[in-house]
């Protein structure tokens, strides 16, 4: 029923099947709708954004967003791009440096809340700005948020003042890094000052771009958030990952540990310490994720029977890619960081061979702590 039917508010096709996607519709909203001989229809994001003035991010694939970035490159604006702090890898927009052209970027870790007090900000700060210049971003001020705890927005918004001279603000991310709690907290921090939200079309796509004013004739735009496969959010069913993402501050778990001895982290990760002296290692992962230690002689076999068992999540281990296995040897102690997850703080002067899934990404930095 839905062939020839569009929404009026941001012109996306209307589909029933996926709310994640542009257009959709509740079937049931739009079967009521059709019964009432309504002849005007909103997706369930326009009406959201007309009736609360609330906005909810939608995905959408690569080309269209190429479209957008391209019509990004064109205009003078200033780039506003959020990451997850927990998910720097899933959270990177590929070639977003080569379409900012000369626009100036203010970058954003978002999800600060979930940092244990003893990180050391200006270290992650620090890193943040390292991994960005790795991908070719060089920001002209970084910060640290958290969307939901309102903490620094107040900061982000005077960041934005400065740094706009007089430019249109677009604001950019991928999927699931907080970027419409973001935008919905500058909304509040905002209103009463300004006018209401609006749309309007970005040029060359089908999509409506959200504008928040700022002053008469310049706006706050809101984009709408790509996809990254590396994200852990691919393997995982959404409870799954309710149950690896860090929901709350991360409350440091030391294990000690004697070569050769393995950790595993649900059935997600496993960390063989193959030589090196008794060491701890300190893990930073979502509370209520089962970290087992066991003897790495026997850890094949404990995975083979464990995994979808003790070892979860994965719950259903077959849509999960095989382990792959990585070894390193650490000169100074190094956090382990496992995109998507959090990380693990590795002692010096060590052997070890990590297994993640093929396709989700690991790093190691200076830690943070
Ligand atoms: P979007 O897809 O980028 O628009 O992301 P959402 O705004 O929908 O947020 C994705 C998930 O991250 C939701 O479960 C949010 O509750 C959560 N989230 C967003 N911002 C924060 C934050 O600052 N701290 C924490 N702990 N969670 C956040």
Redesign the pocket.
């Given at each position: 029923i839905t062939d020839e039917l569009y929404c009026i508010g941001c012109g996306a096709k209307l589909q029933t099947t996926d709310p994640e996607l542009a257009g959709y519709i509740p079937a049931s909203s739009l079967k009521k709708q059709l019964a009432d001989h309504n002849e005007v229809f909103y997706c369930q994001r326009c009406f959201r954004l007309r009736h609360y003035n609330e906005i909810t991010?939608i995905a959408i694939d690569d080309h269209e967003f190429t479209d957008l970035l391209n019509s990004l490159s064109a205009q003078k604006a200033l780039i506003v791009n959020?990451v997850d702090l927990f998910d720097f890898d899933g959270s990177v927009i590929p070639g977003l440096h080569r379409f900012v052209g000369d626009n100036p970027v203010v970058l954003v870790g978002?999800?600060?809340?979930?940092l244990p007090k003893s990180v050391h900000r200006p270290k992650i700060l620090n890193w943040l700005q390292q991994q960005a210049a790795q991908q070719g971003l060089h920001p002209v001020a970084t910060l640290l948020?958290?969307?939901?705890?309102l903490y620094q927005v107040d900061e982000l918004l005077a960041t934005i003042e400065k740094k706009r001279q007089g430019r249109d603000v677009y604001v950019v991310?991928t999927?699931?890094?907080?970027?419409?709690?973001?935008i919905n907290a500058i909304i509040k921090q905002t209103a009463g000052q300004n006018d209401v939200i609006t749309t309007s079309r970005f040029p060359g796509t089908t999509l409506d771009q959200i504008q928040i004013p700022l002053s008469n004739d310049h706006y706050l735009i809101d984009t709408p958030?790509i996809i990254n496969g590396t994200q852990m959010a691919h393997y995982l069913s959404p409870k799954e990952l309710r149950f690896v993402s860090?929901?709350n501050e991360l409350r440091p778990r030391v294990f000690q540990l004697t070569p050769p001895q393995t950790l595993f982290l649900g059935g997600l990760v496993r960390i063989d310490f193959l030589a090196g002296k008794r060491s701890s290692l300190i893990v930073y992962v979502e509370n209520n994720l089962l970290v087992h230690r066991t003897k790495t002689a026997t850890a094949d076999d404990f995975y083979q029977r464990q995994r979808g068992k003790l070892l979860v999540p994965p719950t259903d281990a077959d849509h999960l890619p095989e382990f792959k296995a990585h070894e390193f040897t650490t000169k100074t102690a190094q956090d382990l960081v496992i995109a998507g997850l959090g990380w693990v703080r590795l002692p010096a002067e060590s052997q070890f061979r990590v297994f993640v899934p093929a396709g989700v990404n690991y790093s190691l930095r200076t830690p943070i702590v």
């Open positions: 991010d959020v978002n999800k600060a809340d979930l948020t958290s969307a939901k705890k991310g999927t699931n890094v907080g970027k419409s709690t973001l958030g860090p929901q």
